[in-house]
């Protein structure tokens, strides 16, 4: 069985925000107030002497689907909700240089007054170096999702623990905002989620994650505290990975 203790001895850590976790109370955009807790719940993360790095999600300013939906080809307006993703890395960056801790950015699609392009071993070098590194432009393909970036920065840096970041404190049976009989998870393996099309991260980043063992905690970001909980081994999180015997 996997015991959060497992996830308490991770070392090196990719923490997948959504672009939603940046709008706090708003409907659109990034939320200045919010944006400084943020830094604050990585600040502390990064106390625990692990080195972190981020890929941020674009869902608070642009996604793909929903240009598509209004007859824009697919592959342009992936491309925008991409440049999303930029914007986000580019605030939570400032943000964090604001407050005192180095942070760099690195986008898979390459600007290069902007951000840095990404490399894993230079990541892997900023983090050993005590830098957050921020990945952004999700894979550089359109038809993916910050998901599978997530998934596959994990694998390329490799992380020993996947951490996503929801509203919510863990995986459900059903949505707990409509159900309030909705079960929680502690544990879950890969093929759990996979089988029982539970909504936790899309198929590819599942698949991704099982491939290369690594495990992944779901927990929510908007709880004070919990991401320090979460690493210290607390059980604040649903933990995804093979079942040991
Ligand atoms: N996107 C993409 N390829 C990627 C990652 C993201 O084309 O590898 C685009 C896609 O249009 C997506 C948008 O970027 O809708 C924002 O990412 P996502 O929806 O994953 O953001 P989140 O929901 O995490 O805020």
């Known amino acids: 069985m996997v015991s959060a203790m497992d996830v308490a001895r991770a070392k090196r850590v990719l923490l997948k925000l959504s672009g939603e976790a940046l709008m706090g109370e708003q409907a659109y955009g990034i939320a200045p107030e919010f944006l400084s807790y943020l830094v604050e719940e990585v600040q502390s993360a990064i106390a625990l002497d692990i080195e972190l790095a981020l890929v941020i999600g674009g869902g608070n300013i642009f996604r793909g689907i929903s240009g598509s939906a209004n007859g824009m080809g697919r592959t342009r307006a992936d491309q925008m909700g991409m440049l999303a993703t930029v914007i986000n890395g580019l605030a939570l960056q400032s943000a964090l240089m604001?407050?005192?801790?180095?942070?760099?950015?690195?986008?898979?699609?390459?600007?290069?007054?902007?951000?840095?392009?990404?490399?894993?071993?230079?990541?892997?070098?900023?983090?050993?170096?005590?830098?957050?590194?921020i990945f952004v432009a999700g894979t550089g393909n359109p038809f993916f999702t910050t998901d599978t970036a997530a998934a596959l920065r994990a694998c390329e840096i490799e992380a020993d623990l996947l951490l996503k970041a929801t509203k919510v404190d863990g995986v459900y049976d059903s949505d707990p905002v409509k159900n309030p009989k909705a079960k929680r998870f502690e544990t879950l393996t890969y093929h759990e989620v996979l089988t029982k099309n539970l909504k936790v991260m899309d198929m590819t980043a599942i698949?991704?994650?099982?491939?290369?063992?690594?495990?992944?905690?779901?927990?929510?970001?908007?709880?004070?505290?919990?991401?320090?909980?979460?690493l210290r081994g607390e059980p604040k999180a649903t933990i995804i990975e093979e079942r040991k015997e």
């Open 207 to 230: 698949t991704l994650c099982r491939e290369n063992h690594i495990p992944i905690g779901v927990f929510s970001i908007f709880e004070r505290g919990a991401l320090t909980a979460v």
């Open 98 to 133: 604001l407050s005192g801790t180095e942070a760099v950015v690195q986008t898979a699609l390459e600007m290069p007054r902007v951000a840095e392009p990404f490399d894993h071993d230079s990541a892997k070098s900023h983090m050993k170096q005590g830098r957050v590194v």
